[in-house]
């Protein structure tokens, strides 16, 4: 246990560079530590670039930090030096098989320490001290040490390559500069590798500024998210109440329908009992009569029946009832009432749950929508044009991505999906996600095209009615010589814009978005369109105009 802590300490006293106990130590301004001497010959040959770097976390110093000795390091690589475990960190410098060897050590190799880009030939650090004496020496590239030292001889000539072909952008030695290479253009390789570094350089500012764009860009959405959680949440709490409140009133007036019915129910009920009693008690008089007749009826002795018959009631009136019941219809007239509130209230529904789904999806647009022209070519999409829908005075070529207007008509097969009334033709490709692309138009005089997006079934008909734009299916943006024209079932809308032969058009298929640009050197939203798709989409062209042509181009 004590061995393996002390071998832990040894290590942390090392030095990364030489991998020995720090010799005169000295921490840099990042916290790391190295020996003076080692740190001092780093940065002696970053000296050129003007800014150092720590050879562990390559973090960069500018101007060159002034090294002074730190005392407590010192003390404690002495305090190890008498443990005695100088041997073990021995051990530790010899090389291992991950490692690279020292070239020139005999017997068992030692780490080198850096490797001669001049000499070919890998030091460790006593080997490597004749290259920090000898004046000749000085002037040697050496670098952190490499196992690919040998990569830097020529296969053919067993030469030292110090030449770039730029013609064949290869590393070559002199004697190939001088044969198969001879009226390239050469340079020295440490003037390519300049060059190259510089390159560099310019992409990794690039690539940190991109970082740090990239990092604000994290930040804002991190924002937005928590922006609509919290807009989403109070949506959903305020929704909640507004339909409880809905609920409540649609009980009440429930309540109250109930209520007034079961009141005339008991009005109406009480007024035909009241008078089914006084009918029941004309009913008991009336046979109490009949009773009275009857009797009389059998008295036998004929001067009493006369006697008695005086007394008799007038004659009755023939009977008839006085009851007009009419048809059986008390309450039902109540519930087609109800009935019909109930399929308004559905009317009003299916009408305003429209115009919510809109404004929710509304949400989804405002988040996905690219804004940039880098965010559109994401979505970029390759579109080939369908040959069984062109119409007989187009061409197609280019594997089918440019179409032609021609004067003379062609020998298509028939095809049920094939344009016969209009110059124009869908795309093969069916578009149901995210999708971008732009066609470019070109023309001799007046031209017209018509870029569109089109459900299939347009072309169904091979009607005069499928000319895109003249119906519900299709979406089309009318590019003439000096301006622009929005159609969508037969409904016609000016777009203001600066005109351009080159048109972008972005579609996203879920959230119901269209939208057309003017494509020159910057990027100009023409119209928008927020709608809801139900069907796959096809891109459509219409063309106008003798030699007239649309090409479908790879958006930079």
Request: glycine content about 4%.
């Amino acid at each position: 246990m004590a061995q393996r802590r002390n071998q832990m300490d040894s290590g942390k006293l090392s030095c990364s560079i030489c991998l020995d106990l720090l010799k005169d130590p000295v921490t840099i301004p990042c916290g790391h530590s190295y020996c003076m001497n080692c740190i001092n010959n780093h940065w002696d040959e970053e000296d050129q670039r003007k800014i150092h770097s720590c050879p562990q976390c390559r973090k960069e110093f500018k101007p060159r930090p002034v090294l002074v000795k730190t005392i407590i390091l010192s003390e404690l690589v002495e305090d190890l030096k008498k443990t005695g475990l100088q041997a073990a960190l021995a051990d530790h410098c010899y090389a291992g098989p991950e490692d690279v060897a020292c070239d020139v050590c005999t017997g068992r190799k030692m780490k080198a320490a850096k490797s001669c880009l001049v000499c070919l030939v890998s030091y460790c650090d006593n080997d490597l001290q004749s290259h920090y004496d000898v004046p000749g020496l000085k002037k040697h590239k050496l670098v952190n040490p490499s196992k690919t030292l040998q990569d830097n001889f020529c296969s053919r000539h067993d030469e030292v390559m110090k030449i770039f072909c730029r013609t064949d952008q290869q590393c070559i030695c002199y004697l190939c500069n001088m044969e198969e290479h001879k009226g390239h253009e050469t340079v020295p390789a440490a003037a390519e590798r300049d060059e190259k570094q510089k390159k560099l350089q310019e992409s990794r500012q690039q690539i940190h500024q991109r970082i740090q764009d990239q990092e604000k860009d994290v930040k804002l959405l991190q924002q937005e998210v928590e922006a609509i959680n919290v807009s989403a949440d109070k949506t959903v709490e305020d929704s909640e109440k507004i339909f409880t409140e809905l609920i409540r009133l649609l009980h009440e007036r429930s309540s109250e329908v109930k209520q007034q019915i079961r009141s005339q129910q008991e009005t109406e009920v009480s007024r035909v009992k009241d008078v089914q009693e006084k009918l029941e008690q004309e009913i008991t008089e009336l046979k109490r009569k009949d009773a009275k007749l009857e009797q009389l009826s059998h008295t036998e002795d004929h001067n009493q029946f006369l006697l008695n018959y005086p007394s008799l009631p007038p004659r009755e009136p023939k009977g008839s009832s006085s009851i007009n019941i009419r048809p059986l219809r008390h309450f039902e007239d109540v519930t087609a009432a109800v009935s019909e509130l109930r399929d308004k209230l559905q009317d009003v529904l299916r009408d305003t749950w429209t115009n919510i789904e809109l404004k929710v999806t509304e949400v989804d647009v405002l988040l996905s929508e690219p804004k940039t022209k880098a965010g559109l070519l994401k979505y970029s999409t390759e579109i080939t044009l369908d040959p069984n829908t062109v119409h007989s005075m187009l061409l197609l070529s280019d594997g089918n991505r440019k179409v032609t207007r021609v004067e003379q008509q062609q020998s298509y097969p028939d095809h049920p999906d094939r344009f016969i009334y209009y110059a124009q033709v869908l795309s093969r490709e069916s578009l149901t996600g995210r999708c971008y692309w732009e066609v470019e138009i070109r023309g001799e005089g007046k031209t017209t095209v018509r870029v569109a997006v089109s459900y299939k079934n347009i072309s169904e008909g091979r009607s005069d009615e499928c000319l895109f734009g003249l119906d519900d299916q299709s979406w089309t943006l009318r590019c003439d010589t000096n301006s622009y024209t929005f159609y969508h079932n037969k409904v016609k809308t000016p777009v203001p814009g600066p005109v351009s032969s080159r048109i972008g058009v972005y579609l996203d298929h879920r959230a119901g978005i269209l939208s057309f640009y003017s494509v020159s050197k910057t990027m100009t939203l023409l119209h928008r369109v927020q709608t809801r798709f139900t069907q796959p989409l096809y891109v459509g062209i219409w063309l106008l105009g003798n030699k007239s042509s649309v090409e479908f181009i790879k958006p930079k």
